[in-house]
């Protein structure tokens, strides 16, 4: 099945930047929307951010203007550049996909194993 890889995420400081990246593997057939959400903790998972194949994006309230999602089909990968980052961006950060594994199979979703991101002073 899919396996989603995450970059590393990490401390940054208020205002500061992060660019994560997610990339795909064991695809049979293709990827369709790929994504990120996100949890803090003791709150539900949330979405951030959705690309789709064709380069619709879609963002949540929170993070537009400030993140940019972004992919590249050939290497099936997706990214998440996040600029003026505030203490209330601290979350585990999820990748997710959808994924065919043939022309007429249904879509299936894939999460990555999740990678903490911490902004503070």
């Known amino acids: 099945q899919v396996q989603l890889v995450e970059s590393r995420g990490g401390l940054v400081q208020p205002g500061g930047s992060l660019r994560l990246s997610c990339a795909a593997s064991?695809?049979?057939?293709?990827?369709?929307?790929m994504g990120w959400y996100r949890q803090a903790p003791g709150k539900q998972r949330e979405l951030v951010a959705t690309i789709t194949r064709g380069g619709t994006t879609d963002y949540a309230d929170s993070v537009k203007g400030r993140f940019t999602i972004s992919r590249d089909n050939a290497k099936n990968t997706v990214y998440v550049q996040m600029d003026s980052l505030k203490p209330e961006d601290t979350a585990v950060y999820y990748c997710n996909a959808k994924a065919q594994n043939s022309p007429t199979g249904s879509e299936r979703e894939y999460w990555g194993q999740g990678t903490q991101v911490t902004v503070s002073s």
């Open positions: 064991r695809i049979l057939w293709r990827i369709n929307t």
